[in-house]
């Protein structure tokens, strides 16, 4: 099949990286432009990294020649090149706001690892085994923006990937009154490896700036719906939440608790997990774990450094299911953050707007 062109804004830090690297030798995706600051432009990829590359591969022959060029004057340029662009830019957020809607305002559709339009009520959030309708909304959003392809669609917080895909079949079958949630999140969630980062050697932080308020408050707008071209948020259930930042390379871990409207059996639970299916494994998306949600009946899994990388790392591992004194059920979750939870997360979503229309080639 003839490939789409694709650009990375933001490519030189550690989630820019991670795009790059699942580009190579991707099915659909042929990496096309890279672009980041004023002090990268000009210089070629490899040059422009230096001493900074932060994977645990080497870098994609074809990115090292590519000339970087400037994602903030030389959007009229990517956009020509481009079917669309991933942003992984680390800006303030009114400056991410502007330049990914001067991208979309281009005809160029943006898929961003960003947060910073995560609240725009016309740009759907997306988990695609999750809530794959939210896209519905983008000719909505792209009267507002005057476009006819150009259009913004996000990928939720990185935290949120482990603990909401285990709730989500439960909500949809059981009903969910309430959830409380302790993330013990990676490293990489703050762009940081150990060498760059040696504090957190041997080290926890019982706090991530923003974190808590994200991990209570996005799954309400992926559970929401489509009204009048919006996304308006659900109502229900009530999440508090506790981020802690671990001594882990890679890998987000969550401990649930949680309460249901019909509280059902531990073997119900475990069905419910083992059967879910989202819109991702209908549609085989070469990105989609075959299958999404791995229970372990081992009390001591699922662990951060041998499950992380479970299917390519896009899948959720769960385990220690177990009634609660307080809440109904308590159990653990993790995924890999940078894979399903930033980058490889957003790459999912592409290919789910790809394969429905949304994204088309040029």
Not at 111 to 117: G, P
Not at 218 to 224: A, D, I
Not at 281 to 287: A, D, I, R, V
Not at 292 to 321: I, S, W
Request: aromatic letters at 8%; charged letters at 25%; proline letters at 6%.
């Amino acid at each position: 099949m003839e490939k789409y062109r694709v650009g990375v804004i933001g490519g030189t830090g550690m989630v820019g990286q991670r795009f790059v690297t699942l580009m190579e030798n991707h099915p659909w995706f042929q990496l096309t432009a890279i672009a980041a600051s004023p002090r990268s432009a000009g210089k070629t990829y490899e040059e422009a990294i230096g001493s900074r590359w932060a994977m645990g591969t080497p870098m994609p022959e074809e990115a090292k020649k590519l000339v970087v060029l400037n994602a903030e004057t030389d959007v009229e340029q990517i956009a020509s090149m481009v079917d669309f662009v991933f942003s992984a830019v680390d800006m303030k957020k009114e400056e991410i706001q502007a330049l990914e809607e001067a991208y979309a305002k281009h005809e160029c559709p943006v898929v961003s690892n960003n947060s910073a339009h995560r609240w725009t009520d016309d740009v759907p959030m997306v988990v695609p085994e999750i809530n794959p309708e939210h896209i519905q909304v983008i000719p909505a959003q792209r009267k507002r923006l005057g476009t006819s392809r150009g259009f913004i669609a996000v990928k939720s917080n990185c935290s949120l990937q482990s603990y909401v895909p285990a709730l989500h079949p439960l909500r949809e079958k059981f009903g969910l009154s309430k959830a409380l949630v302790c993330t013990y999140q990676a490293i990489s969630g703050a762009g940081k490896t150990f060498d760059t980062w040696p504090e957190m050697v041997d080290n926890v932080i019982p706090y991530i700036g923003g974190e808590e308020e994200k991990s209570e408050r996005e799954p309400l707008k992926l559970w929401g719906k489509v009204e009048n071209g919006v996304i308006v948020n659900a109502s229900s259930p009530a999440i508090t939440a506790q981020c802690f930042r671990v001594a882990a390379s890679d890998g987000h871990m969550a401990a649930v608790f949680a309460s249901f409207d019909n509280r059902p059996s531990e073997e119900a639970i475990k069905e419910c997990w083992s059967s879910f299916r989202g819109r991702a494994q209908e549609l085989e998306l070469p990105s989609a774990p075959k299958q999404f949600l791995h229970y372990f009946d081992d009390p001591a899994r699922p662990q951060t450094k041998p499950d992380r990388m479970t299917e390519n790392g896009m899948a959720v591992c769960l385990g220690r299911l177990r009634p609660d004194t307080q809440y109904d059920y308590k159990f653990v979750c993790l995924s890999h953050n940078t894979l399903r939870g930033a980058a490889g997360g957003a790459v999912l979503l592409a290919e789910l707007l790809c394969a429905e229309g949304y994204i088309t080639r040029r």
